[in-house]
């Protein structure tokens, strides 16, 4: 059973820092890939981050490019997201997913087969 864990969310200033975590567990990354997106009251889910496994290369929204930084520690299956500076408008559910293999879409909520539960992240100013 695939399940992917989210964590490290919380209530900040504008400014502050956040790191989220997403802990993967039932998968095993080939040539697939894992994304962060988000999702505001309202509002769409939104691609901000993403990390290839095998190769590292990432990829980010324009509204978190230089702020954001997506890392992944192979061993334990995990990927990170590093927040800094950040915004009120970076305020949404933040959610990790995964594509085991065949990493073509990165930017596209419909690569992810798998999904996490979400983790809140309030910036306030």
């Known amino acids: 059973q695939v399940q992917l864990v989210e964590s490290g969310g919380g209530l900040v200033q504008a400014g502050d820092s956040l790191k989220l975590s997403c802990a993967a567990s039932?998968?095993?990354?080939?040539?697939?890939?894992m994304g962060w997106f988000r999702q505001a009251p309202g509002k769409e889910r939104e691609f901000v981050a993403a990390?290839?496994?095998?190769?590292?290369?990432?990829y980010y929204a324009d509204s978190v490019k230089g702020r954001f930084t997506v890392s992944r520690d192979i061993a334990k299956n995990t990927v990170f997201l590093q927040m800094n500076r950040l915004k009120p408008e970076d305020t949404a559910v933040y959610y990790c997913a995964a594509s085991p293999s065949d990493y073509t879409r990165p930017r596209s909520r419909r690569e992810y087969d798998y999904w996490g539960q979400g983790t809140q992240v309030t910036v306030s100013s």
């Open positions: 039932g998968i095993t990354f080939s040539s697939g890939g």
């Open positions: 990390l290839s496994w095998s190769g590292g290369i990432t």
